[in-house]
Every structure is written in C-alpha cells, then in structure tokens.
C-alpha cells in the first residue's frame, strides 16, 4: 500500500511539472526495467567487485531507494571521476552514485539529493613518513613534496587552499594511478578520502608505504574540512531528485541508512545528520 502510494505520487508529481520543463528520468527507467549509473570504481563508494557485480555504499543506498521507486535494476557505468558530471549532463547514464561531494560549484551543473554520509580527508606516504608530512601546509612548505591526487576531486582545491601549487600535484585520472605514483616515487604523498584511502591501503599490502594517522584535516576559510556525499541527478530531473529524498529521509530515521553504511565500513560519526544538499551547495 505504502509503495503504491509512493509511486502514485511521483508520477503525479511528474505529470504536475508538466512535459518539456522535468525530466522525465524515473518514468523511463520505471518503464524501461532498469536505470544506468555513473560510477568510478572508487571503494568503499561505488566499485565493481571481482565477480563483475556492482556495489559500494551510494550504490547499495541508492538501490534500495530505487527500487521503492519501482525500479529494480541499476546497470553501472564505469567513468572517469572527472566526467560523471559531464556524463550525466550527456545522457551517458541516469544519475551519479559515486558518493560524490556536494559543493557550490558542482551544484551549477548538477542537483543533489540529501547527502548520506559525511567525510574526512586522508594521507599516505612512504613507509617512516621520510619527509615529516603531516598535514597538506607540511607539502606547500616542503621544498620539493609532490602529492597524487585524483582529477576531478575536491582534494584538488583544498590542497591549492592550503598553498600547494599544480606544480607539486601528481594528478592522476583514479586511485590506482594515485597508489602506482606513491609506490613508485613520483610523488612523495597520495591524498583522497579516509574510506578510500584505507581501501587502497588494504588492497595492496604494500609495507614500503603507509597512512599517516596524526594527519591534520585541512582548515579551509576557518573550518574543518568535511565532505557530505550524494547521488547526482541532471538538474531537469526535479520530481526523482525528490521521491529519491524522501526515500532517503525514510532511510535515516529507521536506521537503514546506518546499516547499509557499516556494512562498507562507516560509523555514527559518519551518518550525515540533518545536513541539506541545499545548504551544502552554498557558496
Ligand atoms: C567520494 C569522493 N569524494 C571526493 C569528491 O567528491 O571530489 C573525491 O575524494 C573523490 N571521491
């Protein structure tokens, strides 16, 4: 009943809006049996595992939603981190699960549903930390630290906030690029995600390189920084943005959204609270 309720309402909402100015994303995919998602191959967030099956925490959250929303398949689209807006903005796939962090300059071109988790930013180096890098100001006042970072991420601009210039950034098109510079010494620091960091970690079992655990967040315009991820929608799509929230509201108050998001690792500290994509796309 409660299903059925739901989906009564979004292709009321759909109808509502009126053809031509909404997207009409959801009634096709409903329709269609299947939905296509952008994706990075980025663990914990959205990967394929070895079997060829599509996963991570957006993508499992995101499942549950859009099958709530009478959509039972997700059919990935492995893209460069750096073009999932691009691609969605194309047609290339439907939405973005990729726990990409919502930001004023990301919401220009896309629109965000709530954020469902919150996080912060790692290091790693090589085994013994050799140049004492602690924090992202340690590599702007290093003579010469080059760090990898992946294009298209945001870590890209807290490092030019906290002084490093692009000549000292290794930029790399994913995270196994960002592994391969450190381990092989074209850079001196790979930066990303806590999460994503660990999993790289992890997956290698590299003892010449290690995370640094006294790493200092950056401290950018007086604060902390925090990134909140969120599925990605084109910005026509107005009606699924918002049966996707609700869905997603229903989500954190029953605790499922917590459930999902351990299974991949994350804690309470990590559920996003009653952070809003639309504060979050303030400048
Ligand atoms: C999940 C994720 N967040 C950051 C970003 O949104 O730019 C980057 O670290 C890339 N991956």
Known sequence: MKRGLAFAWI???IMASGCGQ????????IERG????GFANEKPYAYKTADGELTGEAVEIARVILERLGIQEMRGELTEFSSLIAGLQ????DI?????????ERCEAVAFANPEYSIGEAIAVKKGNPLNIKSYEDIANHDTAKVAVMAGAVEIGYLEKSGVSKERMVIVQDQDAAINALQSGRADVMTMTGPALQSRLDTAQDPNIERVTDFEQPVIDGQDVRGYGATAFRKEDTAFREAFNAELEKMKESGELLEILRQFGFTEEELPGDATAEELCKP
């Not at 973005?96 to 004023?104: L, P």
């Open 11 to 13: 292709i009321a909402m």
């Open 22 to 29: 909404t997207g009409d994303t959801l009634a096709e995919a």
């Open 34 to 37: 299947y939905i296509t998602v």
């Open 90 to 93: 194309a047609k290339r796939f």
């Open 96 to 104: 973005v699960t990729a726990g990409m962090f919502i930001n004023a």
